[in-house]
């Protein structure tokens, strides 16, 4: 596994000529190619949908933010701790939009060891409160990789076959301090199925290409903070699902919130099953939840598997929001501006057009700005021309 195929060991292999892509404008500056270079990136995304292929649909994912003291450097403002939380609170709520019935836990790592900052669940308020309170966590000594590689991988081997494993790093330091040999360890996540996707916020460290490389994951180096937010909604977005996972019919209740009326004399407050595991001090003794119609255990929130059967509960919007990634919008077609004859103007945002390329929808031929058809792709999931004619019709 420590082999790296030949022609990658040559370092000029990945880059050769590459400054040949880099030309500058009227005024000598590099940044329009660099900006085109962003926006192929972005692009290239849309065409990744993952059409006529099997995604994990329900995700189990931990997120590993190294808090060692490389975090306090200030090339991210005000420092890579608080900037890394801050696009984390965002990636948590897109993550729980795009992935409804879907879980997500969050590990720290420094001072040669991990501890989990929240446990796996669905509850994005839980996650976004805990990050808050670690904005004013201190950054000191080394991370461990192992140690929170380990803790995750503790948890996500028990999860069903049928449901995606994934680890996503987020590592500042360029160095790990590690108990044991992490190249077994690697060789066991590969094993368990378990996906290690990594964020640089420094330089290339190899042992994070050797583990990306053996799980299936991807690693990738921040340019700046925009890019380090693009990279984190790269994420966002369900993965396929290996070839060998399990295909099973998945047992789900569908409760209904029920409150109970405060005049009903026989109604008695009653703690969640959540809540009697949780020591944060959430909602205390409550006249309403939902009820498991399996085994009328009593939850604040959904989705969440029964802590007495088993059974997923989940709510029928959620399922309803989680459609789009069977059936992605196709990607529109691209044309120069100079060759569109049409108005020149955005059916979206009514804007004018002025960017060198336009976007084509190919059922309705409507056009829109970059801007326009990259917001329908990753957030619309639907083009409003074709939708609109479908309301009208």
């Not at 790296?4 to 190619?33: C, I, N, Q």
């Not at 987020?170 to 290690?196: E, G, H, M, W």
């Not at 060998?244 to 109604?267: K, N, T, V, W």
């Not at 108005?343 to 084509?360: H, M, N, P, Y």
């Amino acid at each position: 596994m420590d082999e790296e195929p030949e022609r990658a060991k040559r370092w000029e292999g990945g880059y050769e000529r590459t400054w040949e892509v880099l030309k500058e404008d009227e005024s000598g500056s590099l940044r329009a190619t660099v900006e085109d270079i962003l926006f192929q990136a972005k692009r290239k995304r849309v065409f990744e949908s993952h059409g006529q292929v099997r995604l994990g649909m329900m995700r189990h994912l931990y997120v590993v933010i190294d808090s060692s003291r490389t975090m306090e450097d200030q090339d991210l403002k005000p420092n890579r701790l608080t900037s890394t939380l801050k696009l984390m609170e965002y990636f948590v709520e897109e993550y729980f939009d795009q992935n409804p019935i879907s879980q997500i836990g969050i590990i720290t790592t420094k001072n040669k060891r991990a501890e989990k900052l929240t446990d796996l669940a669905g509850n994005p308020k839980k996650h976004i409160a805990a990050m808050k309170k670690a904005v004013n966590s201190m950054c000191v000594g080394e991370p461990s990789l192992y140690n929170a590689l380990n803790i995750a991988m503790q948890t996500l081997k028990h999860m069903p076959g049928h449901t995606s494993r994934e680890i996503l790093v987020i590592f500042s330091s360029l160095t790990t301090c590690d108990p044991a040999n992490i190249y077994d360890l690697i060789k066991t996540l590969k094993a368990l199925k378990i996906r290690v996707s990594v964020i640089g916020l420094s330089a290339e460290v190899r042992v994070c290409t050797v583990l990306t490389r053996e799980t299936g994951g991807n690693y990738n180096v921040i340019l700046d903070e925009s890019h380090f937010k693009e990279l984190l909604m790269y994420h966002v977005k369900p993965p396929p699902a290996s070839s060998s996972s399990e295909c099973s019919l998945i047992r789900m209740g569908f409760p209904q919130h029920i409150i109970a009326s405060l005049s009903d004399q026989d109604a008695k407050p009653s703690f969640s099953m959540s809540h009697l595991e949780s020591s944060d001090g959430g909602p205390g003794l409550t006249l309403g939840g939902y009820y498991c119609p399996q085994c009328r255990a009593k939850y604040t929130e959904l989705p969440v598997e029964c802590k007495v059967c088993g059974l997923t509960l989940v709510s029928a919007p959620h399922l309803a929001r989680s459609f789009h990634h069977l059936f992605p919008l196709d990607a529109f077609q691209e044309h120069p501006l100079e060759e569109h004859k049409g108005d020149r103007f955005c059916q979206a945002c009514q804007g004018e057009l002025k960017d060198k390329s336009v976007f084509t929808c190919p059922a309705c031929s409507s056009v829109f700005c970059t801007e326009c058809d990259l917001f329908i792709h990753d957030t619309l999931h639907c083009c409003p021309s074709c939708i609109h004619r479908q309301g009208t019709s």
